[in-house]
């Protein structure tokens, strides 16, 4: 089995990690095993900004507690998202992901808003994805993205307190 790519994934992310005390370099040199042929899937979680730009010191805000749902996706990049609490405030910039069945994508917003009514919609990069439906979750925080490791991009040299580095694409599932 191979490693197929059947489009420019939109998300590449080079993971380096810091040095590796002895009871951990047994584990991620499993990991790079495992995941480095490219065919397994692995959960991506961002965590560079692992809240909304408004939210930033107040992760426990009570509008980020909903999960939304994805209600409608206009010319792929305009979505309508039901569910969230009133007051909820995405700025261009955020990141958001969307999950349906075992498929999950993420988002950047473009064009943000405040939610009312208990909707919000938003302009986001890149397109969603056909295999995303209307009803799939939508997350503000605890983001997600399906991806695989590139194959032969994972190292780590045999020294004392290693660190291991890859790069992960995007997949759908």
């Known amino acids: 089995m191979a490693f197929v790519e059947f489009a420019d994934p939109f998300w590449r992310v080079e993971v380096e990690t810091g040095p590796l005390a002895a009871e951990k370099v047994a584990l991620v040199q499993a990991f790079l095993d495992e995941a480095g042929a490219g065919t397994k899937t692995v959960l991506f979680a961002p965590k560079y900004l692992k809240v909304p730009q408004a939210y930033v010191g107040d992760e426990a805000n009570a509008a980020l507690s909903n999960t939304g749902s994805l209600v409608s996706v206009t010319d ?23 999950k349906s069945g075992d498929y999950r ?18 302009t ?30 994972g190292s780590m040299p045999d020294d004392y307190l290693p660190a291991a580095s890859f790069t992960l694409v995007e997949v759908p599932k």
């Open 76 to 98: 792929g990049f305009i979505v309508a998202i039901g569910s969230v609490t009133n007051g909820l405030d995405l700025r261009r910039g955020d990141l958001i992901s969307l």
């Open 105 to 122: 994508s993420l988002h950047r917003v473009m064009v943000g808003a405040v939610a009312s009514a208990g909707a919000i919609s938003l």
């Open 124 to 153: 986001v990069e890149p397109a969603v994805p056909g295999y995303i439906v209307p009803g799939a979750e939508v997350r503000f925080r605890d983001l997600e993205l399906n991806m695989r490791m590139m194959p032969g991009s």
